[in-house]
C-alpha cells in the first residue's frame, strides 16, 4: 500500500479531528502530500498541501482552522481540523504528487452534525 489513511468519523460543530496518512517512504520523500475532499455531486477539491520543504497552501475555507504538516521520520501527513463545520463534511482523500504522478489513499470519511 502506497498511502494508508486513518481518523475521521463523527464529531459536533465546533469540535476537532486529526487525519493521518502514511505514505511509502521513497514516495513521501519526493512528495507533495495534500489532503482532498469531495461530497456527493462535486469534484474532489483540495483542502490543503505541503510540500517537501514544509510550505503549505489551504483552500480558502479552511484557513485558520486545519493546520497541515509531515513528519518526514515517519514518513506520515496529518490535517489538524479544528473548529469544524457542517460544510466540512466529505471523504477526505490523501493524496501524494511528484512531477506527473500522484498517488491517492483510500478516503476516510468526515461527518460533522449541526
Known amino acids: 500500500v502506497q498511502l494508508q489513511a486513518s481518523g475521521g468519523g463523527l464529531v459536533q460543530a465546533g469540535g476537532s479531528l486529526r487525519l493521518s496518512c502514511a505514505a511509502r517512504?521513497?514516495?513521501?520523500?519526493?512528495?507533495?502530500m495534500g489532503w482532498h475532499r469531495q461530497v456527493p455531486g462535486k469534484e474532489r477539491e483540495l483542502v490543503a498541501a505541503i510540500n517537501t520543504g514544509g510550505s503549505t497552501n489551504y483552500a480558502n475555507s479552511v484557513k485558520g482552522r486545519f493546520t497541515i504538516s509531515r513528519d518526514n521520520a515517519k514518513s506520515t501527513v496529518s490535517l489538524q481540523m479544528n473548529n469544524l463545520k457542517p460544510e466540512d463534511t466529505g471523504v477526505y482523500y490523501c493524496?501524494?504528487?511528484?512531477?506527473?504522478?500522484?498517488?491517492w489513499g483510500q478516503g476516510t470519511l468526515v461527518t460533522v452534525s449541526s
Open positions: 517512504d521513497d514516495i513521501f520523500g519526493i512528495a507533495t
Open positions: 493524496k501524494a504528487g511528484y512531477r506527473l504522478r500522484d498517488w
